[in-house]
């Protein structure tokens, strides 16, 4: 086994994470990640990979290009984490022009020649190449989606080698990015190359449901199942379970059925209907809801509304990086631990901020209760701090061609960007946790915002849409969303939309037992937890309870956890320490989720 090398990389030194005492190096994430259309049917490949990077070995994309094996893998990486990250065993800076070899030799225990195997990666960033026995089998662009390929025409044995060949090359490329850059710092973070997410095979039927879209009806109480497979699929069954798995009815090669009634979906009683669906011998597990997000007027200001409900969008924003592992969690419960903290400190939403989770993570949002505002991820830009940081905070506004200019925007990011939110949309659409898309973030990478948008409505019109977070507001789509740190937030007198403080405070607090770098980035910074806990109850006097009687309709808090040199989270980013006094957030909480009753 390779000798841990895991003290520090370039500035940031290790910080283990709560969740590091239960991490088992040989038992990776090991459960099903795609609940949504679950067999069973899971062999992980999680765990130790050869490895080996190439440096400095090749420019530009390594798409539509041949590239000879190396003979030999002289280190080893453990999977699903970041080269760069701690907890990989490798971490060394990745830059754009090293090319990243990975190899496993997998065994299938039970390997049937009547079978079709496909061979799942959940996120790999950002172009990569799978080889079977050193047969090139697909190619793929971008780093924040799950992708597959069957391999059973390559499979000669129940043995084979599989060789995966990546190539990031993060702020250099066109794909997007979010928060990664080669150079880190401030509140940019490292990058993230390779895989990063489980990569694993299941085996099926030569007839199998390859995908299953689901789509409910809130006024009428029906639901309809379209399924999707190699042929059209007849003599199939469909049974719909209640939450607590008692038999609500058999659809007998039906794709509809009418509820006499529902109970609809809310974080207070988070109502997953069970499916199961059967063809000959395939079987898949799938689950619907019934969920309305809308908006009404209430007291001559517009809020966003679950089930026809009026709510204060109450959260915070959440960037989703570990202390050891980065974009990955190490565990589960690591995973989980973010999403009921911020339940049980009584915030209602989670904005999932320039990030693409796992397909696992949206299932227990669901399961568990807690509303999301999705961002899309953005692009690589030319981040002028004046211009994209600053000038904002002044009213300063400026058109499209002028931030695209600025930003560096090119055809072909555009082209991603767009190819990126149609498939993000399609594999997200499904859950009803998620209320809200976030499409441009504080004018980063943001281009034809008006075209941008009408596409995103198009695609889904079942939710809301923050179309410029922040600033470079085009008085277009369902809120009026301002970012304050620096200067006090005056509610915008604005009828038509949802008023929303969708980023605000900032308040950081170095703990030096508790950090991963000794940097500093922040907006105010205070020098103890007692003055951070009154400056966290002061800001939110000021900016969110005294204007909730003037409309305000969303606060979200900036942020989660501390994350590099950021430390502004509520909690730490190893996660051992709540930084602010739990009680005062409770108290907070409670006065606005019970505003509106």
């Known amino acids: ?67 000879k094996i190396p003979l030999e893998f002289p280190s080893k990486i453990l ?16 830059l754009e022009n090293d ?15 009547n079978k079709r195997y496909i061979l799942n990666f959940e996120k790999v960033d950002q172009e990569c190449i799978i080889f079977i026995d050193k047969v090139k089998v697909l190619e793929h662009k971008g780093g924040y989606l799950p992708f597959s390929v069957e391999i059973s025409e390559y499979l000669k044995t129940s043995i084979f080698e599989l060789i995966v060949l990546v190539k990031d090359m993060t702020d250099k ?84 059925y009418k509820f006499e009634e529902v109970i609809f979906w809310d974080i207070d009683n988070p109502y997953l209907y069970k499916v199961i669906l059967k063809y000959a011998n395939d079987k898949v597990i799938s689950y619907f809801s019934f969920r309305k997000i809308s908006k009404v007027r209430k007291n001559k200001y517009l809020y966003a509304a679950i089930n026809d409900k009026p709510i204060i969008i109450n959260g915070l924003l959440d960037q989703g990086y570990y202390s050891l592992s980065g974009l990955t969690p190490l565990t589960f419960d690591e995973m989980v631990f973010d999403i009921m903290t911020i339940k049980e400190l009584g915030f209602n939403t989670i904005r999932k901020h320039i990030k693409i989770e796992s397909r696992r993570y949206y299932y227990e949002c669901d399961r568990r209760g807690i509303y999301l505002i999705q961002d899309f991820v953005s692009l690589p830009m030319v981040y002028d701090t004046f211009f994209l940081k600053y000038f904002p905070f002044f009213g300063l506004n400026f ?33 009803p946790s998620i209320i809200c898309y976030t499409l441009f973030n504080e004018g980063w990478g943001q281009f034809d915002t008006y075209k941008m948008f009408d596409f995103l409505s198009l695609l889904d019109n079942s939710r809301l849409i923050d179309a410029t977070s922040g600033w470079f507001d085009r008085k277009i789509g369902d809120f009026n969303s301002k970012h304050r740190y620096y200067l006090k937030y005056r509610v915008p007198k604005d009828k038509s939309r949802i008023i929303s403080l969708s980023e605000f405070g900032g308040l950081t607090f170095l703990d030096k ?85």
Not at 51 to 58: T, V
Not at 99 to 113: A, C, H, N, P, S
Not at 195 to 203: A, G, L, P, R, S
Not at 232 to 256: A, G, P, Q, V
Request: charged share 30%.
């Open 1 to 67: 086994m390779q000798k841990l090398k895991f003290d520090k990389i370039k500035d940031l030194k290790r910080l283990d994470s709560k969740f590091f005492d239960d991490f088992d190096r040989h038992n990776i994430l090991n459960y099903y990640p795609r609940p949504y259309l679950e067999r069973n049917s899971f062999i992980n490949l999680n765990g130790y990979f050869d490895f080996l990077i190439e440096r400095d070995k090749f420019k530009g994309s390594i798409l539509n290009n041949e590239f």
């Open 79 to 94: 999977v699903p984490f970041a080269a760069e990250s701690f907890i990989s065993e490798y971490h060394e800076e990745i």
């Open 99 to 113: 090319l990243l070899w990975y190899r496993k030799l997998v065994q299938i225990k039970e390997y049937d020649t």
């Open 173 to 256: 490329s066109n794909y997007t990015i979010g928060k990664q850059k080669i150079e880190r710092g401030d509140i940019w973070y490292t990058s993230t190359s390779g895989i990063y997410d489980t990569v694993w095979i299941e085996e099926c039927d030569k007839i199998f449901v390859q995908d299953l879209n689901i789509a409910t009806n809130i006024h009428d109480l029906t639901v309809s199942f379209d399924i999707i497979s190699d042929i059209i699929l007849d003599n199939y069954l469909i049974e719909i379970y209640d939450s607590n798995d008692n038999l609500i009815t058999i659809l007998d090669s039906k794709k509809y």
């Open 399 to 431: 058109k499209d061609k002028i931030i695209e200019k600025k930003n560096g925007v090119t055809d072909l990011m555009r082209k991603y960007f767009k190819e990126e939110l149609e498939e993000v949309v399609k594999t997200l659409k499904k859950h």
């Open 513 to 597: 037992d508790h950090t991963t770098s000794n940097n500093l980035a922040g907006y105010t910074t205070l020098n103890s937890y007692q003055e951070l806990s009154k400056s966290y109850q002061k800001i939110y006097k000021e900016q969110v309870l005294k204007n909730l009687k003037k409309g305000l309709g969303v606060s979200i808090y900036t942020q989660v956890s501390d994350c590099e040199d950021e430390v502004n989270g509520i909690l730490s980013f190893d996660r051992k320490v709540l930084k602010i006094d739990k009680n005062t957030i409770i108290d907070i909480n409670k006065s606005i989720n019970s505003y509106l009753k």
